[in-house]
Protein backbone atom coordinates (compact mmCIF):
# COMPACT_ATOMS: atom_id res chain seq x y z
CA UNK A 1 0.00 0.00 0.00
CA UNK A 2 2.46 2.45 1.15
CA UNK A 3 4.53 1.43 -1.99
CA UNK A 4 1.56 2.57 -3.96
CA UNK A 5 0.60 5.58 -2.69
CA UNK A 6 4.64 6.35 -3.42
CA UNK A 7 4.57 5.59 -6.91
CA UNK A 8 1.26 8.01 -7.29
CA UNK A 9 3.10 11.26 -5.16
CA UNK A 10 5.85 10.15 -7.58
CA UNK A 11 3.78 10.57 -10.69
CA UNK A 12 1.78 13.23 -9.44
CA UNK A 13 5.00 15.12 -8.92
CA UNK A 14 6.31 14.47 -12.63
CA UNK A 15 2.82 15.95 -13.74
CA UNK A 16 3.02 18.84 -11.79
CA UNK A 17 6.93 19.41 -13.25
CA UNK A 18 5.75 18.76 -16.67
CA UNK A 19 2.74 20.93 -16.40
CA UNK A 20 4.93 23.54 -15.41
CA UNK A 21 7.66 23.28 -17.97
CA UNK A 22 4.83 23.28 -20.79
CA UNK A 23 3.59 26.47 -18.88
CA UNK A 24 6.81 27.98 -19.27
CA UNK A 25 7.69 26.51 -22.85
CA UNK A 26 3.42 28.18 -24.44
CA UNK A 27 3.86 31.58 -21.88
CA UNK A 28 7.08 32.21 -20.34
CA UNK A 29 8.49 34.37 -21.75
CA UNK A 30 5.32 36.60 -23.03
CA UNK A 31 5.13 40.14 -22.16
CA UNK A 32 2.08 40.58 -19.86
CA UNK A 33 -1.39 41.58 -21.41
CA UNK A 34 -2.51 44.88 -20.32
CA UNK A 35 -5.73 46.11 -20.28
CA UNK A 36 -7.14 49.83 -21.43
CA UNK A 37 -6.39 51.46 -24.61
CA UNK A 38 -3.87 50.90 -26.90
CA UNK A 39 -4.63 53.92 -29.53
CA UNK A 40 -7.71 56.00 -29.71
CA UNK A 41 -10.37 53.85 -30.54
CA UNK A 42 -8.92 50.51 -29.58
CA UNK A 43 -9.01 48.87 -26.35
CA UNK A 44 -8.05 45.78 -24.75
CA UNK A 45 -10.55 43.56 -23.24
CA UNK A 46 -8.44 40.95 -21.04
CA UNK A 47 -10.19 37.47 -20.82
CA UNK A 48 -8.02 35.24 -18.18
CA UNK A 49 -5.07 34.42 -20.90
CA UNK A 50 -6.28 35.79 -24.08
CA UNK A 51 -7.10 39.00 -25.70
CA UNK A 52 -10.00 40.63 -27.27
CA UNK A 53 -9.92 43.98 -28.86
CA UNK A 54 -13.04 46.42 -28.60
CA UNK A 55 -12.78 48.60 -31.76
CA UNK A 56 -14.99 52.07 -32.29
CA UNK A 57 -16.92 51.91 -35.40
CA UNK A 58 -19.19 55.12 -35.78
CA UNK A 59 -21.57 56.25 -33.15
CA UNK A 60 -22.76 53.75 -30.60
CA UNK A 61 -21.18 50.91 -32.33
CA UNK A 62 -17.94 49.04 -32.21
CA UNK A 63 -16.52 45.89 -33.54
CA UNK A 64 -14.49 43.12 -31.98
CA UNK A 65 -11.45 41.09 -32.50
CA UNK A 66 -11.94 38.26 -31.45
CA UNK A 67 -14.74 37.10 -28.94
CA UNK A 68 -12.47 35.34 -26.35
CA UNK A 69 -12.52 32.14 -24.65
CA UNK A 70 -15.20 32.92 -21.58
CA UNK A 71 -18.40 31.96 -23.18
CA UNK A 72 -19.97 34.02 -20.45
CA UNK A 73 -18.05 37.30 -21.78
CA UNK A 74 -17.92 38.36 -18.21
CA UNK A 75 -15.14 40.28 -18.38
CA UNK A 76 -15.76 41.85 -22.77
CA UNK A 77 -19.76 42.43 -21.55
CA UNK A 78 -18.37 44.35 -18.38
CA UNK A 79 -15.85 46.40 -20.23
CA UNK A 80 -18.92 47.00 -22.55
CA UNK A 81 -20.61 48.53 -20.09
CA UNK A 82 -18.87 50.69 -18.64
CA UNK A 83 -19.24 52.30 -22.23
CA UNK A 84 -22.97 52.10 -21.73
CA UNK A 85 -22.79 49.47 -24.55
CA UNK A 86 -25.42 46.83 -24.28
CA UNK A 87 -24.28 43.46 -26.62
CA UNK A 88 -26.49 44.39 -29.50
CA UNK A 89 -24.12 47.24 -30.11
CA UNK A 90 -21.39 45.45 -31.23
CA UNK A 91 -22.07 45.03 -35.00
CA UNK A 92 -18.85 42.98 -36.22
CA UNK A 93 -16.82 40.63 -34.93
CA UNK A 94 -13.57 39.77 -36.62
CA UNK A 95 -11.87 36.27 -35.85
CA UNK A 96 -8.23 36.20 -35.86
CA UNK A 97 -8.58 32.14 -36.28
CA UNK A 98 -11.08 29.56 -35.71
CA UNK A 99 -9.65 28.17 -31.85
CA UNK A 100 -12.15 28.31 -29.37
CA UNK A 101 -10.59 30.16 -26.77
CA UNK A 102 -10.98 33.27 -29.51
CA UNK A 103 -14.43 32.18 -30.77
CA UNK A 104 -16.26 31.23 -27.38
CA UNK A 105 -17.87 34.56 -26.78
CA UNK A 106 -19.26 35.00 -30.49
CA UNK A 107 -22.72 33.39 -28.95
CA UNK A 108 -23.40 36.63 -26.43
CA UNK A 109 -23.21 38.75 -29.80
CA UNK A 110 -26.34 36.83 -32.04
CA UNK A 111 -26.72 40.60 -33.88
CA UNK A 112 -23.21 40.71 -34.88
CA UNK A 113 -21.24 40.06 -38.58
CA UNK A 114 -18.67 37.47 -37.95
CA UNK A 115 -15.97 37.89 -40.24
CA UNK A 116 -13.37 35.27 -40.24
CA UNK A 117 -10.36 34.07 -43.63
CA UNK A 118 -12.52 30.95 -45.55
CA UNK A 119 -10.26 28.69 -44.69
CA UNK A 120 -10.88 29.02 -41.02
CA UNK A 121 -14.62 28.70 -41.51
CA UNK A 122 -14.51 25.14 -40.83
CA UNK A 123 -13.03 24.82 -37.89
CA UNK A 124 -14.77 28.16 -36.35
CA UNK A 125 -17.77 25.99 -36.59
CA UNK A 126 -21.12 26.16 -35.07
CA UNK A 127 -19.86 28.42 -32.02
CA UNK A 128 -18.95 31.36 -34.18
CA UNK A 129 -20.73 31.15 -37.47
CA UNK A 130 -19.34 32.86 -39.40
CA UNK A 131 -21.39 35.16 -42.02
CA UNK A 132 -18.42 36.99 -43.99
CA UNK A 133 -15.52 34.43 -45.35
CA UNK A 134 -12.82 36.56 -46.44
CA UNK A 135 -10.46 36.67 -49.01
CA UNK A 136 -6.61 37.91 -48.27
CA UNK A 137 -6.55 41.61 -49.04
CA UNK A 138 -10.67 42.27 -48.46
CA UNK A 139 -11.55 45.16 -46.74
CA UNK A 140 -14.94 45.60 -44.97
CA UNK A 141 -15.86 48.97 -44.01
CA UNK A 142 -18.05 49.90 -40.42
CA UNK A 143 -18.97 53.11 -40.25
CA UNK A 144 -15.79 55.32 -39.62
CA UNK A 145 -13.98 51.78 -39.21
CA UNK A 146 -12.08 50.29 -42.09
CA UNK A 147 -10.27 46.48 -41.26
CA UNK A 148 -8.29 44.92 -44.05
CA UNK A 149 -7.66 41.20 -43.70
CA UNK A 150 -4.63 39.32 -44.52
CA UNK A 151 -4.09 35.98 -44.71
CA UNK A 152 -1.26 34.36 -43.02
CA UNK A 153 -2.04 30.62 -42.94
CA UNK A 154 0.30 28.25 -40.50
CA UNK A 155 -1.16 28.41 -37.27
CA UNK A 156 -4.13 27.97 -38.51
CA UNK A 157 -4.65 27.11 -42.24
CA UNK A 158 -7.35 30.40 -42.30
CA UNK A 159 -5.12 32.14 -39.85
CA UNK A 160 -5.68 36.07 -40.37
CA UNK A 161 -4.01 39.71 -39.36
CA UNK A 162 -6.04 42.51 -39.63
CA UNK A 163 -5.05 45.95 -39.80
CA UNK A 164 -7.96 48.80 -38.69
CA UNK A 165 -7.43 51.84 -36.92
CA UNK A 166 -3.34 51.75 -36.92
CA UNK A 167 -2.92 48.80 -35.12
CA UNK A 168 -1.93 45.27 -36.66
CA UNK A 169 -4.04 42.19 -34.92
CA UNK A 170 -2.18 38.59 -34.98
CA UNK A 171 -4.27 36.85 -33.14
CA UNK A 172 -1.93 33.97 -32.25
CA UNK A 173 0.29 33.70 -35.36
CA UNK A 174 2.68 35.51 -33.08
CA UNK A 175 3.57 37.21 -29.69
CA UNK A 176 5.34 39.75 -28.30
CA UNK A 177 8.17 38.84 -25.51
CA UNK A 178 8.97 40.61 -22.40
CA UNK A 179 11.54 42.02 -24.09
CA UNK A 180 9.58 43.80 -26.71
CA UNK A 181 10.31 41.06 -29.75
CA UNK A 182 7.99 39.53 -31.79
CA UNK A 183 7.77 35.78 -31.56
CA UNK A 184 6.17 33.04 -33.39
CA UNK A 185 3.34 31.42 -33.32
CA UNK A 186 3.60 28.55 -30.64
CA UNK A 187 4.66 25.37 -32.82
CA UNK A 188 3.11 22.85 -30.28
CA UNK A 189 -0.55 24.37 -31.09
CA UNK A 190 0.10 25.62 -34.61
CA UNK A 191 -1.18 23.36 -37.83
CA UNK A 192 2.35 24.51 -39.40
CA UNK A 193 5.15 26.38 -37.81
CA UNK A 194 7.39 26.67 -41.10
CA UNK A 195 4.42 27.80 -42.93
CA UNK A 196 3.70 30.56 -40.00
CA UNK A 197 7.14 32.38 -40.36
CA UNK A 198 6.85 32.13 -43.80
CA UNK A 199 3.44 34.35 -43.90
CA UNK A 200 4.93 36.79 -41.14
CA UNK A 201 7.45 37.25 -43.41
CA UNK A 202 5.70 37.89 -46.50
CA UNK A 203 3.68 40.11 -44.71
CA UNK A 204 6.34 42.32 -43.53
CA UNK A 205 7.70 42.52 -47.04
CA UNK A 206 3.94 43.29 -48.24
CA UNK A 207 3.34 45.92 -45.49
CA UNK A 208 7.25 47.44 -45.04
CA UNK A 209 6.41 50.43 -47.99
CA UNK A 210 3.15 50.96 -45.74
CA UNK A 211 5.16 51.13 -42.04
CA UNK A 212 4.06 54.33 -40.91
CA UNK A 213 0.36 53.03 -40.83
CA UNK A 214 1.20 50.63 -38.37
CA UNK A 215 1.39 52.45 -34.58
CA UNK A 216 1.09 49.45 -32.88
CA UNK A 217 0.69 45.31 -33.13
CA UNK A 218 -1.47 43.42 -31.14
CA UNK A 219 -1.58 39.91 -30.02
CA UNK A 220 -3.73 36.89 -29.08
CA UNK A 221 -2.02 36.08 -25.58
CA UNK A 222 0.67 38.48 -24.75
CA UNK A 223 0.87 42.33 -24.84
CA UNK A 224 1.14 44.90 -27.45
CA UNK A 225 4.22 46.49 -28.83
CA UNK A 226 4.63 49.87 -30.82
CA UNK A 227 5.11 50.52 -34.33
CA UNK A 228 6.20 48.38 -37.27
CA UNK A 229 10.19 48.24 -36.14
CA UNK A 230 10.04 45.16 -34.05
CA UNK A 231 8.21 43.13 -37.04
CA UNK A 232 10.82 44.00 -39.39
CA UNK A 233 13.72 42.63 -37.19
CA UNK A 234 11.60 39.61 -36.62
CA UNK A 235 11.50 38.99 -40.43
CA UNK A 236 15.24 39.84 -40.79
CA UNK A 237 16.25 37.52 -38.16
CA UNK A 238 14.01 34.28 -39.66
ZN1 LIG B 1 -4.88 29.58 -31.71
ZN1 LIG C 1 -5.20 31.31 -28.68
Redesign the pocket.
Known sequence: MKRALKWVAGVVGLLLVLAGAFWFYAFGSNSPIVEGPVVPGVETVKDGFVNIFILDAGPGKVALVDAGNDKSGKSLLAALARRNLAPASVAAIFLT?G?P??TAGCRLFPGAEVYAMEADVALAGESAKVTHPLKDGEITTLGDLRVEAFSVPG??PGSAVYLARGVLFF??SAGASKDGEIMKAVGL?SKNSGENVASLKALTARLEPRAKEVQAMAF?HTGTVAGFAPLATFASHH
Open positions: HHDHHTGDFG
